[in-house]
């Protein structure tokens, strides 16, 4: 017998004006579904997890369908801000407590090898995108205090990632920033996440992908011998499908401890005045909710932060000139000296999992079909260790490292 399940209806997943608004992309040909179609492989989602997803899989397949409701990366993509770290927003000492010490260094270890990966790739395909390398600087806060900072230095070298503990004098001293101390550490990137995305699906596209939108998916039906999407007039059949759809996730999903809340951001002008370091550097806190800042290549401060953990399109778009009031106060009292004009706000729905890890395997009871979500704020990272996954599941195989991200 087919198992069934619903995906999530349509949802207003970002409101405001993002700064990747006012950035040029490339537009990727798309077409309508005209008429019901086969295909070896479906990917439901055309964001960026979509994206590494098709560029991973058109290297084995050429008769790959990329659905969304939206055009390509006007979804959750478009609200990211691309702060591209290895770091997970669970502490290595934190999650060692949750799933053992072994289990959270092999996710730390995966998520650092897949940084460095991801910046490889954009390299090696020519994606232009503004992708810069950065360090990171990890403030402390009230979720690590400057002993529990130092336990987390000590293990996250331990595990051998390098990083370098900073005193209160230290990180005024450099950076000028009153904290208590910080982690300092290499390997980190920024990018433009639409233009990634988009860069992604070109390749992907060049290799026999075929680009669709809109549809819209309302059912899936499951079976051992292959998998139908129901998009109202026209069926879909595959014999595997990956679901890439961000926080539009599926209903009735056996999974736990995962929520959609709710996100803001900011972004000044081009060559806006702000301390040099920070064209180098991340900047991002032990705190909850946490701020964090990077720039951009032309120069604009990008902020976030003022996470709430309630997923309202109308809670985000009435609290967008507070939430960036907020954001302007917590800056300028961090880096004092700067004052702050925006020129783009916007919010967003952003999803997590209780241990800080994505889900990324097969759905339980749904032969043939994958699911990819629980991002937190590494969304970026996760999609692409989703795809490096992906092979292996296309395959009948076990991917290395799957049971980090099983469902759970």
């Known amino acids: ?73 006007l979804g959750s993509t478009h609200a990211s801000t691309a702060m591209l770290q290895y770091e997970i927003d669970t502490p290595l000492i934190r999650l060692a407590e949750q799933r053992g010490f072994l289990s959270a260094k092999r996710a730390w270890l995966r998520s650092y090898r897949t940084t460095q990966d991801l910046i490889r790739l954009v390299r090696h395909e020519g994606i232009s995108c503004g992708l810069e390398e950065r360090d990171s600087l990890y403030l402390c806060g009230d ?19 390098d990083c370098q503990l900073l005193s209160a004098r230290d990180l005024h001293t450099r950076f000028g920033i009153d904290r208590n101390g910080a982690i300092l550490s290499e390997g980190a990137a920024v990018a433009d996440p639409v233009a990634l995305s988009r860069g992604l699906l070109q390749l992907a596209r060049k290799r026999g992908a075929r680009v669709l939108s809109p549809v819209d998916v309302h059912e899936v039906m499951a079976a051992h011998h292959g998998v139908v999407l129901d998009a109202g007039n026209h069926f879909i059949e595959a014999k595997q499908v990956f679901f890439c759809t961000g926080y539009e996730t599926m209903k009735g999903l056996p999974v736990q401890n995962t929520r959609i809340t709710s ?29 964090y800042a990077r720039t951009s290549p032309d120069g604009r401060l990008i902020v976030g932060g003022e996470d709430a953990d309630l997923d309202s ?27 702050v004009e925006w020129s783009h706000i916007w919010a967003g729905a952003f999803g997590e999992s209780g241990d800080g890890l994505p889900i990324i395997g097969p759905v339980p009871g749904m032969p043939r079909c994958f699911m990819v979500m629980g991002f937190g704020g590494n969304g970026t990272i996760y999609s692409l260790i989703a ?8 395959k009948g195989r076990k991917a290395v490292d799957a049971d980090l991200f099983a469902f759970r």
């Open 1 to 73: 017998m087919p198992s069934f399940l619903e995906l999530a209806p349509h949802k207003n997943l970002r409101t405001g004006r993002s700064v990747w608004s006012a950035q040029k992309h490339i537009s990727i040909p798309v077409r309508p579904l005209r008429s019901s179609l086969r295909a070896e492989v479906v990917i439901v989602g055309a964001g960026i997890s979509g994206a590494f997803m098709a560029h991973a899989l058109s290297h084995f397949s050429s008769d790959i369908l990329v659905l969304d409701r939206r055009e390509p990366g």
């Open 263 to 291: 996100s803001w951001a900011a972004s000044t002008r081009p060559h806006a005045r702000y301390p040099s370091w920070l064209d180098k550097t991340l900047l991002w806190e032990a705190a909850s909710p946490y701020l």
């Open 387 to 394: 795809a490096q996954m992906a092979p292996a599941f296309l």
């Open 313 to 339: 399109p109308s809670y985000r778009a009435k609290t967008l000139d507070l939430k960036a009031r907020r954001l302007k106060q917590k800056i300028e009292k961090l880096l004092p000296d700067f004052d």
């Open 143 to 161: 979720e690590l205090g400057s002993r529990a900072m130092a336990h987390e230095a000590r293990a996250r070298n331990r595990i051998g990632i």
